[in-house]
């Protein structure tokens, strides 16, 4: 069973820039995908980013351009780099990991195995 733990949110100014961490722990293998998700209250878990098969990366248009998702291999670490942060960039922030996803499902919450905790970024002047 594969752990995810998140760290490295927190409150920030607007265009201020956060690195989000995601170590993970258990069994994971080259084609193992690891993702961001965000939410808000009342809404549905969005899609950031992606590290897909641990080779290829995906970004939301919302966040492309501002986003970079990286991993270390040596730590089992995936990171999310986030600069420029708005107040639309305000959520819970979960890291995701799967086993056999496909291209056309990465945004796709549901299907991710296992997922962290969360922790909260907070964007706000």
């Known amino acids: 069973q594969v752990q995810l733990v998140e760290s490295g949110g927190g409150s920030v100014q607007p265009g201020a820039s956060l690195r989000l961490s995601c170590a993970a722990s258990g069994p994971t293998s080259r084609q193992f995908t690891i993702a961001w998700f965000r939410q808000v209250p009342g809404k549905e878990r969005e899609f950031v980013a992606a590290l897909w098969r641990g080779r290829n990366t995906y970004y939301a248009d919302s966040v492309r351009g501002r986003a970079t998702i990286s991993r270390d291999n040596a730590k089992n670490t995936v990171y999310l780099q986030m600069n420029s942060l708005k107040s639309d960039d305000t959520g819970v922030y979960y890291c995701?990991?799967?086993?056999?996803?496909?291209?056309?499902?990465?945004?796709?919450?549901?299907?991710?195995?296992?997922w962290g905790q969360g922790t909260q970024v907070t964007v706000s002047s």
């Open positions: 995701a990991g799967g086993s056999g996803i496909i291209l056309s499902s990465i945004p796709g919450h549901a299907n991710y195995d296992c």
